[in-house]
């Protein structure tokens, strides 16, 4: 009798298979592009392409 | 710690950091500054021997590399397939027609050689041989052969030790959620922008990085996570929880993946899969004010 209740509660209900579409964003999912400039990160300022750096010290 | 560069009786020089548990270690003689963005420099770690060991070189010239193309970002850098392994060009025009920086690296993304293309660097202190994207670059491809995969996501911690993540395409509210938490509470904010997670014994951790969003928050920490919540504006709060396919698939989604290597997406999806069967996941319709960030510290689902 508790076996019965334990294979009852582990039971699940089914669930149909279905295809559900989840959209990519490629802008976003590719490295390398720019948001916002003049700070760093994605929008650091080789975003503007033209290498300008910090150097750091030794 | 600070970031201070190792120097050898060679002449070498030696940097190294830690991402998201990626070490990296750069090494190049005297001729190269040593020159880093502000942003990594908070990653700065003491490593003798990193996972993705990189080594500089001058280059007279870069000619076109004569692998397969496998990629075109459609920005700097075009990916390039041969023999031994990797190529990542990265050209500009404003730098001129040849590729200004390239890497070399091999498959399992151990070892690389940065060449600095000498003509596009009259002034070699302005060079940045790490500078993004190549940086985020080396270190996504490198969570693809491991347990570990970077996400679109602000992550933060409170003064409990407790780790809160929300992901999010741009504008789906990283930047405010980042804000009205940082308001209401004391937070240790890992980022604003991208966060790497990792697994460890059946848990889910998150890592700060230095590519961060316009609230720029960047910092090397780490917090355990036991739930995700996909951010989505709305008029009202609401949480609702996403089943197994469907948080891969969304989390994925905001993901930074190699679309292009078959077995590094498999690797992923995997342990995307395992995570998600960890912990739990949520869509966050949330309303841009104090009342989402109660919403989220009162949920217990």
Redesign the interface.
């Known amino acids: 009798m508790k076996q019965s209740q334990n294979d009852q509660v582990a039971k699940k209900f089914y669930e149909a298979p279905k295809i559900v579409t989840i959209n990519l964003r490629p802008e976003e999912a590719v490295l390398g592009n720019c948001k916002i400039s003049g700070s760093s990160g994605p929008g650091n300022p080789s975003c503007a392409i033209v290498p300008r750096c910090s150097t750091v010290g030794s | 710690m600070?970031?201070?560069?190792e120097?050898s009786p060679s002449g070498m020089?030696r940097?190294s950091f830690r991402i998201g548990e990626v070490s990296l270690g750069l090494t190049a003689d005297q001729s190269f500054?040593?020159?880093?963005?502000?942003?990594i420099?908070p990653f700065c770690s003491k490593s003798e021997a990193c996972d993705i060991e990189i080594r500089l070189v001058w280059a007279n010239a870069l000619t076109s590399p004569q692998g397969r193309l496998l990629f075109d970002?459609?920005?700097?850098?075009k990916l390039y397939e041969d023999s031994p392994g990797f190529v990542f060009d990265f050209s500009?025009?404003?730098?001129g027609p040849q590729p200004?920086k390239r890497l070399h690296v091999d498959r399992g993304f151990h070892q690389g050689r940065i060449l600095l293309n000498r003509s596009c660097?009259p002034d070699p202190?302005?060079?940045?041989p790490l500078?993004?994207?190549l940086d985020?670059?080396v270190v996504?491809h490198r969570l693809g052969r491991e347990r570990g995969v970077e996400v679109?996501a602000a992550g933060m911690r409170d003064a409990e030790g407790n780790g809160y993540l929300f992901l999010g395409?741009?504008g789906a509210g990283k930047s405010t959620t980042t804000s009205l938490w940082n308001q209401q509470h004391s937070m240790t904010v890992l980022s604003d922008?991208?966060i790497i997670l990792r697994e460890n014994h059946g848990q889910v951790w998150m890592y700060g990085t230095?590519?961060?969003?316009?609230a720029?928050f960047?910092a090397p920490e780490k917090a355990r996570i036991e739930r995700f919540f996909i951010l989505e504006h709305a008029p009202e709060n609401k949480i609702t929880q996403l089943?197994g396919?469907?948080a891969v698939?969304?989390i994925?989604?905001r993901?930074?993946?190699p679309?292009y290597d078959a077995a590094a997406l498999e690797n992923t999806m995997s342990f995307l899969q395992e995570v998600v069967a960890a912990i739990p996941c949520y869509r966050l319709e949330f309303r841009p004010d104090g009342t989402a960030v109660e919403a989220v510290r009162q949920f217990r689902g």
Do not use: I, K
């Not at chain 2, 500009?92 to 730098?95: D, E, I, Q, R, T």
């Not at chain 2, 230095?210 to 316009?214: D, N």
């Open positions: 600070a970031c201070v560069a120097e020089w940097v500054h040593r020159v880093l963005s502000l942003q420099q970002s459609g920005s700097v850098w500009s025009p404003v730098l200004y660097f202190s302005t060079c940045n500078e993004y994207p985020e670059l996504m679109h395409h741009s922008d991208r230095p590519w961060h969003g316009e720029a960047a089943t396919g469907r698939g969304e994925m989604a993901s930074f993946l679309f």
